[in-house]
C-alpha cells in the first residue's frame, strides 16, 4: 500500500466581539448586529523543526496566538463595515462619538474574514493551510488554498 504524505497540523485559536451589518441584504443580516466571532488557524508542515528553541514543533504556539491575537485585538469591539456602505455623514456622527470603525473592502461575512485571516497570517510568513472562522457557535466558513 502506498501512504500519502506525513504531515503535521497544529492550530490556534482567538475570538474577538465585533458589530457589523450586510449592506444590500435581503435579511436581518442587514440591520446592525454583534457577534463573538472566533477564529482558528491551522499551520501545517512536513518536518518538525530540527534545532534551536522550537526543536520538535511545527510553530511555536504562543508566537502563532500572539499575531492572531493581535489582529483580533484591532477587530475587538468595533463595528466592522465595507467602505462606501455607511452614509460619510453617519460615519462621521459615530466617530465624534468615540466609537471605533474598521472599514474592510469586503463584506464583512464568515466567509471573506476566513480568507482576511488566511491571507493576513500567511503574510506574516506562517505556512497556514486553512482559517475557520465562527460567527455564532454552530455556524462558521473555512477558507483553504
Not at 518538525?48 to 469591539?77: P, R
Not at 452614509?87 to 464583512?108: I, Y
Request: hydrophobic content about 30%.
Amino acid at each position: 500500500k502506498k501512504r500519502g504524505k506525513i504531515m503535521y497540523k497544529v492550530s490556534t485559536e482567538s475570538t474577538f466581539d465585533s458589530a457589523h451589518f450586510l449592506s444590500g441584504y435581503s435579511g436581518k443580516c442587514s440591520n446592525l448586529h454583534g457577534h463573538r466571532w472566533r477564529v482558528i488557524v491551522y499551520v501545517n508542515s512536513e518536518n518538525l523543526i530540527e534545532e534551536g528553541n522550537d526543536n520538535g514543533m511545527v510553530v511555536d504556539f504562543a508566537n502563532l496566538k500572539n499575531d492572531l491575537n493581535e489582529i483580533c485585538d484591532k477587530l475587538d469591539h468595533t463595528l466592522i463595515y465595507q467602505v462606501k456602505t455607511l452614509k460619510s455623514s453617519t460615519r462621521l456622527m459615530m466617530e465624534e462619538e468615540g466609537f471605533a470603525l474598521t472599514p474592510v473592502e469586503f463584506r464583512p461575512t464568515a466567509e471573506n474574514f476566513a480568507k482576511y485571516f488566511y491571507d493576513h497570517m500567511k503574510g506574516l510568513g506562517y505556512n497556514v493551510c486553512e482559517v475557520t472562522v465562527y460567527e455564532t457557535p454552530s455556524n462558521a466558513a473555512t477558507y483553504s488554498e
